[in-house]
Every structure is written in structure tokens, then in C-alpha cells.
């Protein structure tokens, strides 16, 4: 079966819409998709049936606005209870957005087999929801699988997406989660145990030098170049646990999280899926 990854990286994750719109015109589908963090939004939509103009139509729509900075909520929470927010931004505008398009569909309602991994705090672990626990789920013991078929998909794509600090943990059946980049950045290790013996990924990764900003880096900075180091590490760890042939598009992400480059880098995604087309029509698309 072969299986699509769609790995974090917050709005370059948008580079999976393109990748989406290349295989369909080189008419290779897959039939199996995992997603983790920003890539879980794009993956899960797919899943469950919106078309890849749709996801364009919407990912064209998403603003500043819908991710909205917690300085007034902070300040109060600090004086008031005496204690620190849980997040920096605010994002609820941006679900309210996806959820006219999920809404409350469950696992149960996709179109394709669906697998999301989010980071549970409370087990130190990985969490994959998915449409079904697959029978070789005990090749990653150290991975705890959920039967998401009566789970709402949004409330797992808030959770996967949640990067620690700057977005709210989600909390499902006792857990506390937070993005799944923290522990599985780069899913492949997953499609290979949902049952995949062939997959293409999108690894987003960020450039090994670290550019150091001038004046001295803020906390933010700091915080976001940290996160970005241990998720680099375990995704190298990760890859190299895979044994099913994969196909890799990695796209290096810069600084510039301006959201009019939307557009830009959903068509970045498309041309490199496209100028790899005839590797992956013969590593990906066999057996069609």
C-alpha cells in the first residue's frame, strides 16, 4: 500500500497541497496518509474528501489574524491568578476556519486511511490515532496507538499541531498533548507499521546552520531555534528506522512566515514533486 507523510512545519506545511495536486496529475493516489502537526491539517482534510482546489481555496484564506498573540491574556492571567498562560498565540479564529470543513467527522469518516501523531506529556511518548490499529502496531513498542474511528479528527489535529509554548495543549482521554513533531516530526516509521510498503514524504526541516540574530536572540528565538534542534535530531534517528522504500521531498524552511507566501510555497511543493515525477512514478507508483 502506498502511503503519503506529511511531516510539521508550520505554514510550509501548505507545501503538502502541492504535492497533492502533482501526484493527482501524475495519477498516483495514495491509500494510506499520516500527518503529524501542520501536516496533520492538510493530510486529515485529504482524508476525508476535500479536493485539493479546496484545500488551496482555504489555505489562501488563513491570515495573521487567525493566530492572535496572548499579550492582554497573559498579563491578566499573571496578575490575577498568579500564574503563567498556557500559550503564547491564540488560534482559536484558525479552527473555527477548519471546522466548517471537519466539523465533528470522527476517524470513521475518512475517505482514506488516516493515522495523526500527536506527543502525550502524561505517557512521554508518541500517540497515533488512526482509522484502526493496524496488526503490526507492535513494531514501534514505544509508540501508544488509539482506535480514533469514534474520535473528532479536529480535536487530534488541534492536539498534533499544538507546538509547546506557543499553542494551547489539547487534552484527550486523560492526556495531555502537544505536537507531534516533539517526538515524530517525520511519520515514515508509522506508515511502515500502519501497513505501507512503499510511501513519499514531506520533511520540512530548517537549515543546519542557525542564522544568529542580531542583537543577541530573544527568548522566542531561543525557544524556537531549541525546539527546531531536538526535532531535527529525532527525525534523523527516525528516518533511519525506516525500512520500507520511501521517496523524500525535503524543503527548507527560512524565517519568512509571512502568510501572502502561501501561494509561493504551495506551488514549491508542486514543482518539486513534479520535477522527481519520474522517480516517483517508478519507486511510488507502481501497481497502480
Known amino acids: 500500500m502506498r502511503a503519503v507523510v506529511f511531516g510539521g512545519g508550520g505554514i510550509f506545511g501548505v507545501a503538502a497541497i502541492g504535492i497533492l495536486r502533482a501526484l493527482e ?7 494510506i496518509v ?8 492538510i493530510g486529515s482534510l485529504y482524508a476525508l474528501g476535500w479536493t485539493v482546489k479546496d484545500l488551496y481555496d482555504l489555505a489562501v484564506t488563513i491570515r495573521r489574524k487567525d493566530m492572535i498573540w496572548n499579550w492582554r491574556r497573559m498579563g491578566r492571567t499573571l496578575l490575577t491568578r498568579r500564574t503563567l498562560a498556557e500559550s503564547i498565540l491564540d488560534p482559536e479564529p484558525l479552527w473555527d476556519k477548519l471546522s466548517q470543513y471537519i466539523g465533528h467527522k470522527t476517524f470513521s469518516d475518512a475517505k482514506i486511511p488516516l493515522f495523526v501523531v500527536a506527543t ?38 488541534r492536539a498534533s499541531s499544538a507546538v509547546p509554548g506557543f499553542l494551547p495543549p489539547e487534552r484527550i482521554g486523560g492526556m495531555v498533548l502537544v ?5 515524530d516530526d517525520f511519520p515514515m516509521d508509522v506508515a511502515q507499521a500502519a501497513g505501507a510498503n512503499r510511501a513519499l514524504g514531506l520533511w ?7 542564522q544568529v540574530p542580531n542583537p ?3 527568548l522566542l528565538q531561543v ?14 534517528l527516525k528516518k533511519d528506522a525506516v525500512k520500507i522504500p520511501y521517496v523524500l521531498l525535503r524543503l527548507e524552511m ?7 507566501r502561501i501561494p509561493y510555497i504551495i506551488q514549491t511543493g508542486y514543482e518539486k514533486t513534479m520535477a522527481r515525477r519520474h522517480e516517483i512514478i517508478k519507486e511510488y507508483g507502481y501497481g497502480r
Open 254 to 260: 527560512d524565517q519568512n512566515m509571512d502568510m501572502a
Open 204 to 210: 520540512i526541516d530548517e537549515p543546519l546552520r542557525w
Open 223 to 236: 525557544l524556537s531555534a531549541s525546539v527546531a534542534a531536538a526535532i531535527h535530531h529525532m527525525t534523523i
Open 25 to 31: 496529475e501524475l495519477d498516483v493516489r495514495p491509500e
Open 179 to 183: 505536537d507531534g513533531g516533539m517526538t
Open 34 to 41: 499520516v500527518g503529524t502537526s501542520s501536516g496533520s491539517i
Open 120 to 157: 502525550s506529556l502524561t505517557h512521554r511518548t508518541s500517540v497515533v490515532f488512526g482509522s484502526s490499529i493496524p496488526p503490526d502496531f507492535y513494531q514501534l513498542p514505544h509508540v501508544f496507538w488509539v482506535d480514533g474511528r469514534s474520535q473528532e479528527v479536529l480535536s487530534v489535529v
Open 216 to 218: 543577541s536572540p530573544h
